[in-house]
């Protein structure tokens, strides 16, 4: 069975670094675009950006440059999303999804459970 | 940025029902480059449509989309209570990719 498993919900501290994964399983990892989607509470979905990990290639939307960074590791078949200073507007669900199409910018077809990162004082 | 505008916001239908949604494009979406996810409360978003009308492996056939350029639909046909949901679309033709702002679709 293709899926992805994302790593449990976090409380953090404003100021805080932290690192959430996306496991993969059941299909080729490194061949697929990986992508990262935000959903703020009671809100909708933002893309925030897609990371290729057979050669690390990533496309970033601009509207998070410089505030996460996405990472991947070939062998252990797991994306990551990451934050070197969180703050209290990072509250959210942060989803991983697999693109549908082999190695092309497609469709998100496969999605994370979420993981909820809670930012407060 | 192609800004997409889901209507209407909320949506109220009865059992076997048709519904219909709306996403508009501020610009040409190329090659019809356009999916649709439903999500149900408490759950990540499950893929419906990719390619503006191409159905995502598993989904029904009531659901349908359809659309070129900047005007997209999606039908569902003979509604089920289990359609209630926020139905989004999704553009990923240019990057910034984007996504509408929801539609919710309550079905009782």
Redesign the interface.
Known sequence: EVQLVQSGAEVKKPGESLKISCGASGYIFATYWI?W?RQMPGK????MGLIYPANFDT?D???FQGQVTLSADKSANTAYLQWSSLEASDTAIY?C?RC?DLAY?????I????TMVTVSS | EIVLTQSPGTLSLSPGERATLSCRASQSVRDS?L?W?QQRPGQ????LI??ASSR??GVPDRFSGSGSGTNFLLTINRLEPEDSAVY?C?Q?AG????????TKLEVK
């Open positions: 992508g989607v909708g979905l933002e893309w496309r939307n601009p509207s989803y999804a549908r910018f497609d469709a998100f077809d999605w994370g459970q979420g | 480059f999916a996810y990540a978003p499950r893929l990719y390619g995502a492996t989004h999704q990923y990057s910034p990719w984007t996504f509408g702002q929801g």
